[in-house]
């Protein structure tokens, strides 16, 4: 099967403005991705889908693909992600006359992700029942344990009523926080849908320690922190969950 990575980086970032190309650890952010796609060696290439020419410029130096630019109305704070999947697959499917087999998303601001969680999530893919795989990291807060909701007066409830019988952290139900590690999807399901959740849904787990997601400053200097003092020494376990997640739709 052929598997074609994306990358998708806009240019627009207010969060941390100019973020994917920012130096992490001796290179622009968005070039770890690409290096972490090349080198796992089922994967075709890597298509960048930008609106900004200076992450083009950069991307093609770390030796992604960047045949077109992404429309600004796909460019946007609210611009649902998935719009951009369609674009930059619609734009494939144009330009060679057929999709390829699996699409791999691979975000920027995902750098401490291995190549093994690249090639675990399109292995669980490969097995054949599922539309989308995505990754998952234990929560580090759990809404059925201490979590509470404000009125505009600041009076306090408890966000799932059921929490207020769990007295112990252990005693509740464990949840989960996707992650931004890797997306892998059938071209063909994101053509036809709205949401990845449209779709029957699985999920490789990921530690905590690779799933961290730059969106602030304070992401990018932790996960800096993080690469910096333990790189290739971060834990490499596979904590692989026992079957896919529930068949389930946006609201």
């Not at 920012?22 to 796992?40: D, H, M, R, T, Y």
């Not at 690249?118 to 097995?127: A, G, S, V």
């Not at 994101?190 to 320690?209: H, Q």
């Not at 969950?241 to 529930?246: I, N």
Request: hydrophobic share 40%; net charge negative; proline share 5%.
């Amino acid at each position: 099967m052929v598997t074609q990575a994306f990358i998708f980086a806009r240019g627009g970032s207010k969060g941390l403005p100019g973020k994917n190309i920012k130096n992490f650890c001796g290179k622009p952010l968005i070039a770890w991705s690409i290096e972490q796609a090349l080198a796992v060696e089922s994967i075709k290439g890597v298509i960048v889908s930008t609106d900004s020419q200076e992450i083009a410029e950069v991307s093609r130096n770390f030796g992604a693909e960047v045949p077109f630019m992404r429309p600004n109305h796909l460019a946007q704070d609210e611009s649902p992600e998935i719009l951009s999947w369609k674009h930059a697959l619609n734009f494939l499917l144009e330009r060679d006359g057929v999709l390829p087999s699996v699409m791999l998303s691979l975000p920027a601001t995902a750098p401490l992700r291995d190549t093994t969680d690249i090639q675990n999530c399109l292995d669980l893919f490969n097995e054949g029942d599922s539309d989308v795989v995505i990754t998952v990291s234990e929560s580090y807060r759990n809404p059925f344990f201490n979590m509470v909701q404000l009125t505009d007066k600041d009076f306090a409830k408890i966000v799932i009523r059921e929490a207020s019988t769990i007295s112990r952290r252990q005693d509740a139900k464990t949840v989960f926080d996707m992650a931004t590690v890797a997306y892998v999807a059938r071209p063909d399901f994101i053509l036809k849908s709205e949401s990845i959740f449209d779709g029957v849904v699985r999920a490789m787990r990921v530690p905590r320690e690779r799933s961290v997601d730059i969106d602030s400053l304070f992401d990018f200097e932790v996960a800096e922190f993080v690469m910096s003092h333990f790189g290739q020494g971060l834990d490499r376990r596979v904590d692989r969950p026992s079957g896919s997640t529930s068949d389930s739709r946006t609201a």
